[in-house]
């Protein structure tokens, strides 16, 4: 449960998602758009939120995103006081359509490297929101590397969807991006093999493909421990004999 208060009149019209008067309020007074919002959850948490995270909350049309970025383009940058989400995590995690976490994506395409409280970047809730394989896509292409980034349970994007399923194409997607991220275990200890045995949502075409890959790979470390030999020969030179006294 969420309680807001003391906002001002443009993030009401966030909540309400009255967009027509949310764009014609923002015109008048844009530095509302600057404004943190005092949020409380839980009963006993609270957080600070600007309109562009609410916003990206809702799915809202393109135009109102546009308008926020005009008017405050770094709030791309910002991340809320309790989770430390900034608007993209939030656009992804609610499933926002792929315009708007292109358009807040291409105002700040940092923001695809930024970790929250949990240690996760953005690409770990497209996938856990079965967001669309465009987005999963636009943002491996914006962060290779976040397909190589573990969260606080040592969780990559792969393990997230292991766990909540998806579908054939972003699994391929995944396994493309980072083929040995088969074989990387979260700390108690699954491979994403493992994952998706032990919660049975992945549908058997995934399962079927990371199975492959996860032999693939398991047969190439293998191949690479036996042509890796330790050398017979010492490692440094011996020492010269001590001189006779």
């Known amino acids: 449960m969420f309680g807001f208060h ?10 309400q998602q009255d967009w027509d008067d949310l764009l014609f309020r923002l015109e008048q007074y844009p530095n509302e758009a600057h404004h943190w919002e005092t949020v409380q959850f839980d009963g006993q948490h609270e957080t600070r939120l600007l309109p562009l995270h609410q916003v990206c909350a809702l799915d809202p049309p393109l135009r109102v995103v546009e308008a926020l970025l005009k008017a405050y383009p770094e709030a791309t940058h910002k991340h809320d006081i309790y989770f430390h989400r ?3 995590h939030i656009a992804t995690s609610r499933a926002a359509s792929a315009e ?8 700040a395409p940092g923001a695809a490297k930024q970790q929250d409280a949990l240690g996760r970047v953005p690409l770990h809730y497209a996938v856990f929101s079965h967001d669309s394989l465009e987005i999963i896509l636009t943002l491996i292409r914006t962060y290779p590397a976040g397909i190589k980034v573990m969260d606080y349970k040592g969780w990559l994007p792969i393990h997230v ?25 979260t700390t108690g200890g699954m491979t994403p093999l493992e994952c998706a045995e032990r919660f049975g949502v992945l549908n058997e075409e995934c399962k079927a493909l990371l199975r492959q890959i996860t032999l693939e790979r398991q047969a190439s470390s293998r191949d690479v421990n036996e042509n890796c030999q330790p050398s017979q020969e010492p490692l440094v030179p011996p020492e010269p004999p001590m001189a006779q006294t």
Do not use: D, N, Q, W
Not at 6 to 15: A, P, R
Not at 161 to 184: D, F, K, N, Q, V
């Open 86 to 88: 900034v608007p993209l």
């Open 6 to 15: 003391h906002c001002t009149k443009l993030f009401e019209f966030v909540l």
């Open 100 to 107: 708007v976490v292109k358009m807040v994506l291409a105002a």
């Open 161 to 185: 969807a292991c766990r909540c399923g998806t579908t054939l194409p972003i699994m391929r997607a995944l396994l493309e991006s980072y083929p040995r991220s088969t074989l990387r275990t």
